[in-house]
C-alpha cells in the first residue's frame, strides 16, 4: 500500500511539473505577434542664420534731383505748325542718378517770374521707363508747341523769353532762354511735352 502511495504521489508530481511547463509555455507567447518597426525619414531644410553686422547694399541709384542737373534748350525745327524743341538735361553731379516720367514745362515771364499761359500737357508717344544718367551724361525730353493754335486761337498772344522745366518728381525748377511767341490764355494748352529719354 505505501509502495503504490509513493508511486501515486511521483505521478501526481511529474504532472504538475508538466503542467507548470505547458502553463510557462502559453504565457510567453500568448501575446499577438510584435508589429514590426518601420522607420521613418524626414528631411528638414534649416535656414542659414543671418550674418550679424552686415547690411546689404541698394540696388537702386537715387532720382536725379534738379541741383544735380543742367538745362539746356536745343535748336528748335517744326512741321505742320508744330515747333519741337529738345529739352536736355545734363548730370553735373559726381555720381550717376536716374530719370522717369515726365517733366513740368511752361513759359514764364523771367527764372522765378510768373507764369505765361497753360502748361505744357504729356505727349504719350512712348511709355516713361527708368533711365540711368551717369555723371556728365546727358538725358532728353521733346517740347511740342503748336503754332496753329497760337495763331489761329489765342486771343493774348505775348512774346516768351524762358521756360521754365521741373525734373520728373522734383519740386524746384530749372530755366533757361527760350525766345518766341506764346499765349496769355491759362484755358488754351498749346504745348505738349514727351517722357524723358537717354540721350540728346
Known sequence: MRASAITGRLALAGSCLASLAVLATACGSSGPAATPTRTVTVTATASAPASPGVTPSP????????????????A???????????????NTSGS???MYGYPGVAFVSSPGGSQIGAPANRRTAAAPTVITVP???RAHATLAVSDVLIGNN???QVPVKWVQVYPPDQFSALFARLSRPGCADKSLVTMGVTTVASGR
Not at 528748335?76 to 515747333?83: D, E, F, L, V, W
Open 59 to 74: 540696388s537702386a541709384l537715387q532720382p536725379c534731383s534738379t541741383t544735380d542737373l543742367k538745362l539746356t534748350v536745343g
Open 96 to 98: 550717376a542718378c536716374t
Open 154 to 156: 489765342c486771343r493774348h
Open 76 to 90: 528748335a525745327n517744326g512741321a505742320a505748325g508744330t515747333i519741337f524743341y529738345p529739352l536736355d538735361f545734363t
Open 135 to 137: 555723371p556728365g551724361a
